[in-house]
């Protein structure tokens, strides 16, 4: 296989970010299958990427005809075994460690050898779930960020154990992805997580501290640094779950109190109220 010869993507998990690596790959014009623990969720995963890409007819920003070639690249299944001709596999299930290194484990024996075996994590080590494997210089980290669809950016991490070939195909594929890669080694919250969720957590121990309200923090922020989004708009579009996961997994590695996670992270994280994905968090939706 050529470094930009990636014909068949698996996608492992049928969540937001699951629908949205489908959709980009999808749209690049390359097949891809996701497979969900559930048919059911695989489903609904697919509904998910049709209404998006009927929003997108409606728009004008594409067309039927355009919206049916996507819609033909997607597969879906709840069988790992269907993965095993693809030329590469990105991981996108629950961000904990054991889970990931579990399924790279399975993958390892049944996708083909000449594979690369990828995951979409935020934050934790790459190379312990290269280590689950048999094959761990084809083992590396294809980022993509929420809304993958929108969001330009993909961080390709190297871990210790990549072959060259691996990280140049990674590449390759993220530009057939039409993305800008950027390449970082494998330390825990690679570049953006790393110098985002400080500011994260710091932003909500302001609030703790009262030093001003939400809104005027938010407002501040964006009128202040020119960032799109305030910090707990931000954190609700994240889900406060992976953020207290990003915050916990940086703190383990660095042991700097920055990546604490501010209390009423947890208490909102206690209380179900997880963002965007749930309607509650920080703010209603």
Wanted: glycine share 6%; with cysteine.
């Amino acid at each position: 296989m050529t470094t930009n010869n990636v014909q068949l993507v698996g996608v492992c998990g049928s969540g937001i970010m699951g629908a949205g690596l489908a959709e980009v790959v999808a749209r690049a014009g390359v097949d891809v299958i996701v497979r969900s623990r559930t048919i059911d969720g695989a489903k609904s995963m697919l509904s998910s990427i049709e209404k998006n890409l009927d929003k997108q007819v409606a728009k004008e920003k594409m067309t039927a005809d355009q919206r049916n070639e996507v819609l033909s690249h997607i597969r879906i299944t709840d069988s790992l075994n269907d993965l095993a001709s693809c030329d590469l596999v990105i991981e996108s299930i629950v961000e904990e460690l054991a889970p990931k290194q579990a399924l790279f484990k399975e993958l390892d024996a049944i996708v083909k050898p000449d594979a690369i075996l990828a995951t979409n994590t935020s934050t934790l080590a790459v190379v312990k779930l290269a280590e689950a494997t048999n094959r761990p210089d084809k083992v590396c980290g294809i980022h993509f960020f929420n809304p993958a669809v929108l969001m330009p950016l993909v961080e390709v991490i190297r871990p210790i154990t990549a072959s060259d070939e691996t990280i140049a195909r990674a590449n390759a594929f993220v530009a057939t992805c039409k993305k800008d890669p950027v390449q970082v080694l494998d330390r825990a919250g690679f570049i953006v997580n790393a110098l985002l969720f400080p500011y994260l957590n710091n932003a909500v121990k302001m609030l703790e501290a009262g030093t001003a309200n939400m809104e005027d923090i938010d407002t501040a922020m964006k009128g202040g640094c020119n960032f799109p989004m305030g910090p707990f708009a931000l954190l609700d579009l994240v889900g406060l779950d992976t953020s207290v996961s990003i915050l916990d997994a940086l703190y383990a590695e660095f042991k700097d109190e920055n990546f604490v996670p501010a209390k009423t992270l947890r208490t909102l994280l206690a209380e179900g109220k997880l963002g965007r994905k749930t309607k509650q968090g920080f703010f209603s939706y």
